[in-house]
Each structure stands twice: as structure tokens, then as C-alpha cells.
């Protein structure tokens, strides 16, 4: 059973950082395609990042330049590492896991495992 835990969530300045982390069974960083997704309040989810089993990367647009998305297979964890932060970030954040290659890495009905979130406050 795939358990994801997220952390490093909190309140900052626009154009401060933060870096999110993602606490993983063992082996799911190794064997699992892994992405950051987000949801703000009214809105739907959305895909932030994606690193596949690789280390590809995808990057939403609006984060490109800005946000970075890593894995250390060894500590089984998965990270965010957001810079230069918009109010427009803030969001609960969703580590995710999926066994087989998403369709499309920004599609949240292609990953099966979820953490339960993190939030992310990005005040003006």
C-alpha cells in the first residue's frame, strides 16, 4: 500500500520560498511516476510538477522558472521547491503517485495515490 505524506507547508511573503516535501513508502519514489498537484479554494486541481521514475520533469506554465521538483530515491521522499512565490500559488498542495505513466502528467484522474495536503499561504 502506496502512503504519501506531505510537509513544509506555511504562510509566507510574496516572493519568498518554500520547499514542500513528500514522504513516501518505500520504494514508490523509485518505481512511481510522482507529481505535485494543488488546489485553491473554488477552484479544481491542478498539476504543478511531474517527475517520472527517470527523473523527466514537466512544469505547469504558471510555475516554470520558479518552482523545481525533485526526489532522493534513498530517503524515499519526493520535493518542491517554490521560489519567488505569487499569491496566486496559494493552494492546499497534493503529493501524488501512480504506478503506470499518466497519460497526462497534469491530469489528476491518472494518479491513484494521494497524500492528504499541505497548505500553502502566499500573502501580498
Known amino acids: 500500500q502506496v502512503q504519501l505524506v506531505e510537509s513544509g507547508g506555511g504562510s509566507v511573503q510574496a516572493g519568498g520560498s518554500l520547499r514542500l516535501s513528500c514522504a513516501a513508502s518505500?520504494?514508490?519514489?523509485?518505481?512511481?511516476?510522482m507529481a505535485w498537484f494543488r488546489q485553491a479554494l473554488g477552484k479544481e486541481r491542478e498539476g504543478v510538477a511531474s517527475?517520472?521514475?527517470?527523473?523527466?520533469?514537466n512544469y505547469a506554465d504558471s510555475v516554470k522558472g520558479r518552482f523545481t521538483i525533485s526526489k532522493d530515491n534513498a530517503k524515499n521522499s519526493l520535493y518542491l521547491q517554490m521560489s519567488r512565490l505569487k499569491p496566486e500559488d496559494t493552494a492546499t498542495y497534493y503529493c501524488?503517485?501512480?504506478?503506470?505513466?499518466?497519460?497526462?502528467?497534469?491530469?489528476?484522474?491518472?494518479?491513484?495515490?494521494w497524500g492528504q495536503g499541505t497548505q500553502v499561504t502566499v500573502s501580498s
Open positions: 518505500r520504494y514508490t519514489v523509485d518505481y512511481y511516476h
Open positions: 517527475i517520472d521514475i527517470d527523473g523527466r520533469t
Open positions: 501524488a503517485a501512480n504506478y503506470l505513466r499518466p497519460g497526462t502528467w497534469s491530469d489528476a484522474r491518472d494518479f491513484t495515490y
